[in-house]
């Protein structure tokens, strides 16, 4: 995945960064990007992206041909050539700390931690917001389709309907991230070090006269891993074909119908036939909640094959995730920052997330200052980019499968309930709290100020 | 873009390529990629993400590093030599028939006609499924939203949240072909020749020590296109501000509350002041519906920036698109295609979709085999590819978008409702239905003749 185009961004972060350079505004900005409110059909949310997001910020950067099309943009012929200059040798010399994948987030809690001159920050804000928007999204879905299936294999077979075919690479890390066994998609696997898995589709055993031949000649090429897909014509049938041919069949797969019905059935002809290490396959509009309700009522199906529902986060096709400037420093001047539009305000200054353990499980998350501490708790937030380098490659991803795995151990069984899980507690420090009302305060009396100085100078407001 | 990834592919196109390789299955097959239902929410489609389409079949290829990579996969162990060296010298040579992008399409419609060696059409489906699907169901959606803002701009501002960064490449480009007038994703513009459109965050505000200074740096800087975000900390004092700055304001923004009597306000604001040409752009969780809503209150917003809900088609993130094998020719025996499990029955044979006219405006489709006519009705489906060469490079997406509103024009209103609106008719044409008989007549003898001649042979089925 190239991760280089620096022209992959929203052009306000542009104009802001030219307004920046002409004006000299190189103050020390924080960034933090979390998510404001988690939607009722999530409790947690498992923490991906990070690779993304520090592959894109060590090789951002401009080409001539970038630098060349934004000046000649009618909005940019008010700067000055020296803007274009600076992009020209543009890098990102940033420190960032963040929350490692695979751990478990709730609200407020800043994913990441972006400090660097603020024209820097400023112009990462974009892609940041997209890679671990979308990364988390589909990790925090998988999470809940790998519970459902209470330790049944998941694998991920989405990008045919993800949002383009490198949202589907994404997704396949992000789904294996979240817990997923392994993807179909290829080049993920490749890049990412992933197990793949595949069966076949209908059109393998239409193009063939009947549907024995078709199951042989896959199972000659294929015999240890082929999985014969049953139900182009009626699944029973092809059942039934499949457990009378003359060699060992790894697998079938059913793809349309009632799962539960037909998944009975077919093990009960695979088993007549004395095929009872054939696996049962089952796809098709599967997700979490299907699923649950296939194990619940004992279908006899071995793994699962889920796509849309996993790679689009389906029924929460988005988060209401934001990278808002906490803190500026200038000239040894900290100056922490928030809003104060309708319902929009939030907890201003470098923060850390702190959780609290209880016989060994998540108890319950505070949200303070940076500075803070509290013995005991754990500190989720960890540098990971020092002057605009990593710290570290990170960590492959069958390492932070088991790391999600092992956190959603921690986390009580009541919070990872599908349906009505209450809301796990994130508290927030009195020192937080307090400077919140203090950056409030400060805001009102700089308002009354700047006001009482306007009428002073007889400009009607 | 880059498009020319051979294993950005689902891995059973791979296993199957092996296969139909090994046992020299070399039919010409046709598919056919088309969506099986519209969602409730949608009465029509915007045809979308043929370019891609295009782009990828003429690029397509495998690297000497991608063949090794699968030669290394203990799936294909049992794979020969020779399928390798076949896949390093693999390119794209089948022909294409399309929809043209922007054009209206329906349930069953092929978007996309593809006819090719087996293997090469199978080795396609991941990609072209995934590239139509989204592209197809951005540009459906902005149709949507375009519509509801009744002539005023719709800005497409949703690269942060769409599925990663390149999934906003593509739906910014979709948004325009649906109609959308610009976007703030710069690579999409330059990519694709589109309009930018930007503003500025709150961070800007936030750095600078009070909000008329903000405001007047950024007017220094892009005199004649900055707008002004007023609602860092109250959008009514911001907007006094802006009011009262010593220049013209292009524009002012406002990104949260209650917009329609937030924009009054700030209207209001503005005339007293005699900012009257200052223009008002709102932005915050739109969608189709809100933006209605807002008109129809007589809002006084002169644009609308519209992200998360567009680009991630939120309430409709997926629909059921599938590329299904309708036809094979061997030897000069061309032999329809269907499956029979259940509910998922597909009409089988090449097919064209007539659209049939009446006072200038459609009347109805009618979906039939590829070699029938239908004088007076235009035919959608045309040649874009031959022997893996692109036709013509199709026009530029200004062009397209143009083709859209025209194609919505023709658009009877009622099926354009926003609301329970009646579905638009795609009949079936008669030799169509005899088609489907005669393959599941076929079909059934065919199994028939298999199970006697099973049985004869002594196979207890």
Redesign the interface.
Known sequence: M?TD?G??????????A???F??R?D?R?T?ELFVRHLPAQRTYLVAAGLHSALSYLENLHFTDD?VD??RA???FH??SPEFFDYLRGFRFQGDVRAIAEGTLVFADEPLLQVTAP?LEA?IA???L???I???T?VASKAARVVRAAAGRPVLE?G?????????????ARAACVGGCSAT????A??LYDLP?????????T???????RSFE??L???????ILLV?????L?GA??AA?LGTEVPGVRL???DMLEKSRLVREILDRHGRRSTKIVASGDLNEYRIEDLIAQGAPIDSFGVG??LV???DV???S?V???VE?EHAGVVEP?T??????VYWPGRKQVFRFFQNGKYHHDLLACAEEGYPGASTLLEPVMRAGRRLSPGPPVKEIREHTLANLNCLPEAYQALHDAPAYPVEKSTALDSLLNAVRLQ?RL??AV?KAS?QAGG???
Chains 1, 2 share one sequence.
């Open positions: 190239k185009k022209l992959l961004v929203d052009l306000y972060e542009l104009t802001m030219a307004a920046y002409e004006h505004v103050c900005a960034f970038d099309f934004l943009q009618p909005a008010t700067v603020v400023q804000e974009t892609y917001l997209s890679v928007h979308h990364e999204l077979f990008t045919r309907r993800a949002h383009g075919p490198e949202a589907g690479v994404r997704a179909s998609n290829v080049l696997g490749a793949l898995a595949g069966t076949a589709a209908h059109s393998w239409q193009v063939f006269r009947d549907e024995r000649a896959l000659e090429t294929f015999p240890d891993t082929a139900d182009t014509y009626d699944p049938e039934r074909i009378t793809d349309s119908g849309t529902d689009t986060s389906r096709p988005a988060l995730v990278y808002k400037l500026t920052k809003k104060f539009s309708e319902e929009k805001h700089g308002a700047a306007l400009i009607e407001s």
